[in-house]
């Protein structure tokens, strides 16, 4: 579905400034994501940090020609001379009014989900539930916030049936804006949990705000033995439709839950509704999944599902595989996993993602793609498509699984390319033996059975594994700049392989959101970065006398702390006929450990910066001892005011501006006024608050199965040299991880534990090397079960505090030959 340029002015109400002709089929507010300039509608959104606009050059460049925002560009009639300029008052307001508008051309059952948790997991179970009778357009994995719905919405073509959207909302006010843009026929409050209440003044006020998505829809689906969600909805002025709530308790609810019946692999749910009874039984048995099931029973059973139908598709339904997952593969490929489902908006957002990863060996992009079902078009349009999209985004090998795919071998651009009839056939193949230095997106419908190629294709890594959540690294880094200025540069620390993390995906995900600068420990970490396509600014905190060429040669900004370092860096460069290059002083004004004196140092200091030109001071910084601590305030304070002596006066002396820096992580949210110029994010970008030790959002889990499991009696001793005796008949389990992978040994002898399934884990005995015990005796469990170390449910301050030590120890001091994956939503 396209518009013509003149009526997309007219529905957001703009004044355009340009006059030539464009269809717009797509809109974009991401400059990364661009992939059809000619068809494509930007809209230059500002929020805190970015603004859109500064985009508009490099989009025009690229091909777009169609802008909407709120400064016209002056020199647009010469310099922009094919653009069309769309002058709005709000940009966001404007791609929410176009969605909006767009959304009215829809006479169709519209599905709105929104509550605390499971959003994504009801949306993504109704399409599995519905999508074999119907076309549905949905949110991609999860776009619900103010600028993810109207994108969401946008979707939503010729061929929708159906429509489910998520809305998330964090703060008051926001809910009204997504209503009018989804207009939901049906809308389902999952929960009502804990998430963002700090924004709420009650849990009932956040309820309201989340009913506003039920207002004109005709049918509402809730949970009706929720007494907050109860009493909001009853309270509901004018709401004229129909009130499907689920009860366990009521007999009288429309849904009413009879019975629920766990069983070791499955659940079966007998239910009444509207008073005929029946039931249907789901592969799940977690508490979650469980409850979500209620409405998706519900919207289905609404939409026509017939009750035996409900439960045959129950039975199939998949877990939700929310991430894409990067694998370091065999021969030097990369794999990106994305199981997730096989629709062509998800392909679109994962040929996206491959190609936003640098890749310094500029290694070959290869897609394995199997059939696509339920597209609502014809096969010939669907795979048309595919291969315009894999044109688009630079696919350079394709290898397509199914018969559909061979049979539209001709729709597929790209030369090297091959078909097979089923994965069997591919893995057979010498195509598929041949592969080596590829980035490799595999991208398959489960019923495809694309998990055998991923197992084929990735290393055979140790069974322990610390798995990195690279969208929580996003979330923290953005909970930090909350309390930034606008205009706050910002360094992030990924010193020691990124507290652990492992440097090169961290420094990738952080470039992508734009950090100014990345610090790291020694030269040879930043060559490592360099080596793998990071282009940001990158400091190196710990120069060594030794190192100085290779940070010339990679641009690595070193710090210079004292004279010896300052001279000797000084003579390099001019050896090399190097001018101007940036570094970072130093100041020591309480720690003690690096930098130059205040008091003692300043016009010395000056005096030989002054006397050459090879190198530039950039910035000049200082280290808090104790910004954890409202012990230490007054130091603190003393600490700055000794900064600023020493940094004003080299300022003073130089005319271009220096930065100043001194907040750490927990400087940035405790000094927010010492902020000066720039902060230096740690810790807190890897989950963890310094100053309270509780988790922002979980970025690492370190994690491990069972090998085996003894039954020993009462009594009996654990390990070397029988540190633990067994008090009962006991249940011993050994898990492969040990001191040698980075698991501390003063953990040993019941001082820490683990998780295995949920249940703490306490370690007995002296843990070993490669290998430690643990008493899973009240633990239902069996070997080959997965252990949780630390992460995403045993915060790793559990473990510091167990042995009396900081969490940057045990992040730290996670071995190398553990491997790393990471995740990305
Ligand atoms: C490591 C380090 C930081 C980051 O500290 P966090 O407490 O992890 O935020 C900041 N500045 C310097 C100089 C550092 O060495």
Redesign the pocket.
């Known amino acids: 579905m396209t518009y013509t340029i003149e009526k997309v002015t007219t529905l957001i109400g703009a004044r355009r400034f340009g006059a030539s002709d464009a269809k717009i089929g797509f809109v974009l507010t991401d400059s990364r994501s661009l992939c059809f300039p000619e068809e494509t509608l930007f809209f230059a959104l500002k929020s805190g940090r970015n603004d859109g606009h500064y985009y508009i050059p490099e989009l025009y460049r690229r091909g777009v020609r169609n802008f909407v925002v709120t400064e016209v560009p002056a020199d647009y009639a010469t310099e922009y001379a094919e653009a069309n300029f769309l002058k709005v008052v709000d940009s966001l307001e404007a791609l929410q009014r176009l969605a909006e508008r767009h959304r009215d051309e829809f006479n169709i059952p519209i599905v709105g989900i929104t509550g605390s948790n499971g959003k994504t997991m009801v949306k993504e179970w109704l399409n599995q539930l519905l999508c074999d009778d119907m076309f549905i357009t949905r949110s991609p994995r999860s776009y619900n916030s103010q600028v993810g719905v109207p994108l969401s919405v946008w979707l939503l073509n010729e061929h929708t049936q159906v429509g489910i959207f998520e809305a998330g909302i964090s703060q008051p006010g926001e809910m009204l804006a997504l209503r009018d843009i989804i207009q939901p026929t049906i809308a389902v409050l999952t929960n009502l949990g804990d998430a963002h209440q700090e924004n709420f003044i009650s849990k009932e006020m956040k309820c309201k705000e989340k009913l506003i998505l039920f207002h004109d829809a005709k049918t509402v689906v809730y949970n009706g033995d929720d007494p907050i969600v109860n009493g909001c909805v009853n309270e509901l002025e004018d709401f004229k439709g129909e009130r499907l709530f689920w009860s366990l308790k009521d007999k009288r609810a429309p849904f009413f839950i009879k019975s629920v019946e766990k069983k070791e692999t499955a659940t079966t749910v007998t239910y009444i509704y509207k008073g005929n009874e029946s039931w249907y039984s789901l592969p799940f048995i977690d508490d979650a999944s469980v409850t979500n099931s209620f409405a998706c029973a519900a919207v289905a059973l609404t939409l026509g599902v017939g009750v035996d139908v409900l439960d045959e598709r129950m039975q199939q339904l998949e877990p939700i595989a929310m991430r894409l997952e990067v694998k370091q593969g065999q021969h030097g490929c990369t794999l990106i996993n994305d199981s997730y489902n096989s629709d062509i908006n998800s392909l679109d957002i994962a040929l996206d993602f491959m190609n936003r990863r640098p890749d310094h060996q500029g290694r070959r992009h290869t897609l394995i793609l199997s059939d696509i079902y339920q597209s609502g078009m014809t096969t010939d349009e669907l795979y048309q498509e595919v291969g315009m999209l894999c044109q688009q985004r630079g696919v350079e090998k394709f290898i397509g699984v199914g018969k559909d795919l061979q049979s539209h071998a001709y729709c597929i651009g790209v030369k090297a390319k091959y078909f097979f009839e089923s994965v069997e056939e591919l893995i057979d193949s010498d195509v598929f033996k041949q592969l080596h230095d590829e980035v490799i997106l595999i991208k398959g419908a489960r019923r495809f059975g694309f998990d055998q190629l991923t197992e084929l294709l990735v290393q055979k890594v140790h069974e322990t594994t610390l798995e990195v959540n690279l969208n929580a690294v996003v979330k923290n880094l953005n909970h930090y700049r909350s309390f930034m200025k606008p205009h706050t540069k910002l360094v992030c620390?990924i010193?020691a392989d990124a507290y652990g993390a492992g440097s090169v995906e961290i420094a990738k995900t952080l470039q992508d959101h734009r950090v100014d600068y990345l610090a790291v420990a020694v030269a040879d970490e930043g060559v490592t970065l360099r080596k793998n396509g990071i282009t940001s600014n990158i400091m190196i905190?710990n120069p060594e006398m030794t190192a100085f060429k290779t940070m010339f040669d990679y641009d690595l900004e070193p710090e210079v702390y004292s004279f010896r370092l300052l001279d000797a860096l000084v003579k390099e460069a001019e050896k090399e006929g190097i001018t101007g290059f940036p570094v970072h002083i130093k100041l020591d004004t309480g720690m003690h450990r690096l930098g130059f004196d205040p008091h003692k140092d300043m016009d010395e200091l000056i005096r030989r910066l002054k006397r050459q030109n090879a190198i530039i001071p950039r910035s000049v910084f200082s280290?808090f001892v104790g910004a954890d601590s409202d012990d230490f305030d007054t130091f603190s304070a003393q600490q700055f005011e000794l900064f600023k002596l020493g940094a004003d006066k080299l300022q003073a002396a130089f005319d271009h501006k220096i930065l100043f820096h001194m907040d750490?992580?927990?400087g940035i949210e405790h000094f927010p006024d010492r902020q000066m110029d720039m902060c230096?994010?740690?810790?807190?970008l890897y989950g963890i608050n310094?100053r309270n030790n509780k988790i922002i959002n979980n970025v690492s889990t370190l994690k491990t199965t069972i090998l085996q499991i003894h039954q020993l009696p009462a009594g009996e001793s654990i390990g070397y040299s029988r540190k633990t005796y067994l008090e009962r008949d006991s249940l011993i389990a050994a898990i492969p991880i040990g001191y040698a992978d980075g698991l501390d040994r003063r953990l040993s002898n019941r001082r820490g534990y683990c998780l295995v399934n949920g249940q703490k884990a306490e370690y007995v005995g002296n843990i070993c090397m490669d290998v430690a015990m643990i008493d899973v005796t009240d633990i239902d469990c069996k070997e080959g079960d997965s252990v949780e170390i630390f992460g995403d449910h045993l915060p790793v301050t559990v473990l510091s505090d167990a042995i009396d030590t900081i969490p940057y120890e045990v992040l730290t001091g996670i071995s190398n030959r553990v491997k790393r994956v990471y995740f990305q939503d």
Request: net charge positive; aromatic share 0%.
């Open positions: 620390m010193k905190m280290h750490n992580s927990a230096r994010l740690g810790l807190g310094s």
